[in-house]
């Protein structure tokens, strides 16, 4: 089946440590997205991708950083200088440019001790 | 300014009961796409449905139905005879242009059915 695959589902960290947050996608898209949710809230986009090899800042990528090596993934790191990393972390892919619905994954749930 | 606006933050109704996630946009531009997307509790993001700028038929989709109105800048999102597998957080969305920089969520509305 087609689809987004987000790994893990939950994640711990202690502080000051980094993390890396999986998102892999088989629908062929070329855009890729990450969004953060906070309890209560919205999604606020992080980072986004339109193509291998190049992505572009969201609203919210101080302490945060990303890769897109291949087509069909776009892992996220979260770094020891995101001050409030606790949230629920979103990854999304689309066809192609933002006119087309985006397709999310099931998210993790990090949580730092 | 918020382009997106869902004024109703958190909705309950009874089962079977009809309700109505109202959903605003702000934009000068002609062109443009309007979404909305369901998140249940599971977290994951369900996306319902996409309407451009020039297409203004009300589309009806089994017990979901959506009504959009130029006029307004509305973009209304109603259940009809609601269930309890409806319970979510239900997401409008704008796209004015095919840069994400030009995509905006609403701040969403929570709608629990009870039983």
């Known amino acids: 089946d087609g689809g987004i695959t987000q790994s893990p589902k939950y994640l711990f960290r202690k502080e000051g440590q980094n993390v890396t947050l999986s998102c892999e996608q088989n629908l062929n898209h070329d855009a890729m997205y990450w969004y953060r949710q906070d309890p209560g809230q919205g999604l606020r986009l992080i980072y986004y991708s339109q193509i291998v090899n190049d992505f572009q800042k969201g609203d919210i990528a101080e302490g945060y950083s990303v890769s897109r090596e291949k087509k069909e993934s776009f892992p996220l790191t979260v770094t020891s200088a995101q001050k409030n990393p606790t949230a629920f972390y979103l990854c999304?892919?689309?066809?192609?440019?933002?006119?087309?619905?985006?397709?999310f994954g099931p998210g993790t749930r990090l949580t730092v001790l | 300014a918020q382009k997106v606006t869902q004024a109703q933050t958190e909705i309950s109704v009874v089962e079977k009961e009809d309700v109505t996630l109202d959903c605003v946009y702000e934009?000068?531009?002609?062109?443009?796409?309007l979404f909305w997307y369901k998140q249940p509790p599971s977290g994951e993001l369900v996306f319902l449905i996409r309407?451009?700028?020039?297409?203004?038929q009300n589309e009806i989709s089994g017990r979901y139905s959506w009504n959009f109105q130029k006029s307004t800048s509305s973009f209304n999102f109603t259940i009809t005879a609601s269930q309890v597998v409806d319970s979510a957080v239900y997401f409008c969305?704008?796209?004015?242009?095919?840069?994400?920089?030009?995509?905006?969520f609403g701040p969403g509305t929570r709608l629990s059915v009870l039983p």
């Open positions: 969305a704008l796209s004015e242009g095919p840069y994400r920089q030009n995509f905006v």
């Open positions: 934009t000068r531009d002609t062109t443009y796409y």
């Open positions: 309407r451009n700028s020039f297409d203004e």
């Open positions: 999304a892919s689309s066809i192609s440019d933002s006119y087309n619905e985006q397709f």
